[in-house]
């Protein structure tokens, strides 16, 4: 599933070629992608409004319309791609929208898992998100609170978007391991110390993954570099790069979880 840095890229990636384009039709191709509207509905009030910007919230991607906002959350398989007209449809596509200047963006989606909301208030989708990592306002100080409110494992924690918004599973693993904590540690544990060498290895692996274009490690998701350049994720079995100690795998949460038994000690009780 993509992450913030991949949803960010996809983002930077799509919004030059989008911008100012009016969608002249839609092809809805597979209606259980749509979330919050029928059919008909979303087709009628789609067509004809034009694209402003992009932005990205979580691992949400939003599109700025005219008169509503679309949203996409990719899930497992889902991309956005824009094609040219002469270019056929794809196996897999379940929205296309065909935009001025002869393309149209089409939304790929083998496992047909993602999901389209159309709305004119985003917060009626997105208000339940916790505060975005890289925002100034989100310091170690608010993320120290934010643990000590709750009693749960660090790991399913950090991947609860209404704790905070757009960690996933790789991007947790690598930045607990930059901190220095065990994955099954209580987050109420953690005291200043603690919680601002957390918010410094999220921050960073955050950086580090939009720097280089994401992780590219499933078919769907082509060109990141990130996944050259992980730490503990995916590397059961081989040394970690900051001890030689044997990196591990177990299940938090029926997610699998990658530590460095050295870096990362888990304390008794």
């Known amino acids: ?18 911008s100012g384009r009016r969608i002249l039709s839609v092809d809805l191709l597979w209606p259980r992608s749509l979330a919050n509207l029928s059919e008909m509905d979303f087709v009628q009030r789609l067509t004809g409004q034009s694209i402003l910007h992009l932005s990205r919230r ?13 949203l996409f959350h990719l899930r497992m398989s889902g991309d956005l791609l824009v094609r040219d007209e002469s270019q056929h449809q794809e196996t897999h596509d379940r929205l296309l929208l065909h935009l001025t200047r002869d393309q149209y963006l089409a939304f790929n989606d083998t496992r047909k898992f993602g999901r389209i909301w159309l709305t004119s208030d985003p917060q009626d989708v997105l208000g339940n998100l916790g505060p975005e990592p890289l925002e100034k306002d989100f310091t170690p100080q608010v993320l120290q609170q934010r643990l000590a409110a709750r009693h749960r494992q660090l790991k399913p924690l950090l991947l609860d978007q209404t704790f905070l918004a ?13 901190a220095r904590l065990h994955p099954l540690r209580q987050s109420d544990s953690l005291d200043a110390t603690d919680a601002e060498r957390l918010w410094r290895g999220i921050r960073q692996v955050l950086r ?6 994401g992780a590219s490690i499933d078919w769907a998701y082509r060109g990141g570099q990130f996944q050259n350049h992980f730490r503990v994720y995916g590397r059961e079995g081989q040394a970690c790069p900051v001890c030689g100690s044997i990196i591990k795998k177990l299940k938090v949460g029926q997610r699998g979880t990658h530590f460095c038994p050295g870096c990362q000690v888990e304390r008794e009780g």
């Open 166 to 178: 757009g960690l996933g599973n790789i991007y947790t693993d690598e930045a607990l391991h930059i």
């Open 1 to 18: 599933m993509p992450e913030l840095p991949e949803v960010q890229t996809i983002s930077r990636r799509l919004a030059p070629l989008l």
């Open 208 to 213: 580090d993954g939009l720097l280089r274009n």
């Open 58 to 70: 979580g691992k949400f991607l939003q599109m700025h319309m005219t008169d509503d906002y679309l």
